[in-house]
């Protein structure tokens, strides 16, 4: 019931959701190939070869038995036709403060419902050599780490989260809360399971999460890695080709240059030549765009017969693919600074945002030091 009155709005949520409420269009999931012509859009399972199991790893409870029925966070179905759209959103996770530093160090606490077998595919991948579960411990100051997923299976909660961008409040917390569940598991399943490799258990146990950190939390971040929800579709929507420089950008107003990226979406059987089934990732992309690109402010604007006093710099006009480069927040922050600008000069001139005269926008962002083409 609470009302708010502005002359311009930004909407600067992961998810969209004042956009979403004024009635702007969007989408969610992946788009096909075919929609814009892209290459790197949809389901994806040739191309998805890093973060992978390293061995041949059988997805059911009791191996190489399809009797015994699927373990979990394998989807039951096939992945979907190749290059085909769906309704699946990337992995989310949380980005967690791990430290080594003994006197700073708090153990990784086993969750309410925890249940080993959740991790059963995770064993066998160890159990059959693989060592991911250390590759992405980025280091921060004073001993600790931006600890992020990495390899077959990790902190990604692969699967688990494609109703989110919809999802009521309350759902979202539940899965919020099923996700936080699922990654200190993992942790705790990592340091105390027994069946886990030694030289795993022990290098684990060294870490924990830090002491000094999201001290109102219980040590864990408040804030779960929502990597993409919802995307407006506007006048222009931002493609591979946009990304790739192939396709003119009209109107730009910032730059964005990270690989064209997606985590995994799902987890499904697939079968070797020989016929046994193995356990398999799908979704992960992993592409540079070949250098910096140019994105329109055409993207960050709804069409204007939806609204006409809003911008969206975060959940913007892009297919799920070219979403996977502009997500990182340096883009945002650029995008966000010249949504600002663009409010301003809309509401000074009493226009709509959509009437924003490009050129002077152009003229107002370069004054402040935005970069608009490369070299520049």
Known sequence: GTRVSGRVFIDATYEGDLMAAAGVSFTTGREANA?????????????????QFTNKVSPYVVPDDPASGLLPRIHAGPPGEEGGGDHRIQAYNFRICLTNVAANRVPFPQPAG????????????LQAGSRHVFGKFD?????KTDTNNHGSFSTDNIGMNDDYPEASYERRREIIAEHAAYQQGYFWFLVNDPRVPEDVRTKMGQWGLAKDEFLDNGHWPHQIYVR?????????????????????????????S?????HNVQRYVAHDETGRAYARNEGDIQV????????????????????ENLLVPVAVSASHIAYGSIRMEPVFMILGQSAATAAALAIDSGLAVQQVPYDA???????DGQVLEFGE
């Open 35 to 51: 929609t814009y012509g892209e290459t790197l859009n949809g389901v994806q399972t040739k191309r998805a070869k890093s973060h």
């Open 114 to 125: 925890y249940d080993p077998l959740q991790y059963e595919l995770l064993l066998r991948d």
């Open 139 to 143: 280091p921060a100051p004073n001993g």
């Open 228 to 256: 993409e929800a919802r995307r407006m579709v506007a006048d222009v929507v931002v493609s591979e080709g946009h990304v790739r420089r192939t396709t003119p950008t009209p109107d730009p107003v910032g730059m964005g």
């Open 258 to 262: 990270y690989n064209m990226d997606s």
């Open 288 to 307: 540079s765009p070949g250098g910096p690109y140019p994105i329109s402010y055409r993207a960050i604007v709804p069409r204007q017969k939806e609204c």
């Open 361 to 367: 926008l152009r003229e107002q962002l370069l004054a």
